[in-house]
């Protein structure tokens, strides 16, 4: 059983190098971003519960969606997608407008096979996506020494993205573009979601919002919601 579990896991790191690496593109997005989403996932037992929001100029909510699902794959660094990625995309795939760009809670690039959690499904969906995350899986850097400073994140010379200090004596957080947008937008995006938190204003909503998700699912004050539920709501145009 542990040959055959290596094994599957070789093969899923092989789908990360030979084709999502590969289909990546660090340029974008086309146009101004005026919409702005983010999704995150919460997990009990072996279910994944997932939320995506959608937000305006001011940060204020103006969709969300929810999913979930039970999670086949157990955490593995580096394989996240494979875990979460699935649930996540049906809660996106529920928004109403499709976001110009989405942040998600894990690694874009910044990723030993430079195909994390943030790439992956920006690939899947064709979005334009951003990764952040609280760690990093890869990358060299200093850390910034005061809030709203950054500094580069770089892995075997080549540019991952920034690390950036968000509230002073807090750690910092790191941002990697995921896929269809690149280094410097990345930055810029997050930066403008950034309010009085560490993490910025849309991811930080749709983790409280997850988290609030499954409680609330688990504690009976929600319907029963089928596995992988994606009813009740159109999805947007691909």
Do not use: W
């Not at 789908?15 to 971003?33: D, F, H, R, S, W």
């Amino acid at each position: 059983m542990i040959a055959q579990d290596a094994s599957r896991f070789q093969d899923l790191r092989r789908i990360q190098t030979t084709n999502i690496a590969q289909q990546v593109v660090l340029e974008g997005p086309a146009g101004a971003v005026t919409s702005i989403g983010a999704v995150a996932q919460s997990f009990a037992d072996d279910l994944a519960f997932s939320c995506a929001i959608l937000v305006d100029a001011s940060m204020n909510v103006i969709d969300e969606a929810t999913a979930i699902a039970k999670t086949t794959v157990p955490y593995i660094p580096g394989l996240l997608f494979f875990r979460e990625g699935p649930v996540a995309m049906a809660a996106i795939k529920k928004l109403r407008k499709r976001p110009d760009v989405l942040i998600v809670s894990g690694c874009g690039i910044n990723h030993p096979r430079f195909a994390g959690l943030a790439s992956h499904l920006g690939v899947e969906l064709n979005m334009s996506t951003v990764g952040v995350s609280q760690e990093t899986l890869c990358g060299d850097y200093v850390e910034p020494g005061e809030a709203c400073c950054f500094t580069r994140l770089t892995f075997k010379g080549r540019p991952l993205g920034f690390v950036l200090k968000t509230v002073t004596g807090a750690r910092p957080i790191f941002i990697s573009p995921g896929h269809r947008i690149s280094l410097q937008c990345a930055l810029q995006v997050v930066q403008r979601c950034v309010v009085n938190h560490r993490l910025p204003e849309p991811l930080r909503l749709a983790h409280v919002k997850a988290r609030h998700f499954r409680s609330a699912t688990r504690s009976g004050q929600l319907a029963p919601i089928r596995t992988a539920d994606t009813a009740g709501r159109p999805a947007h145009n691909q």
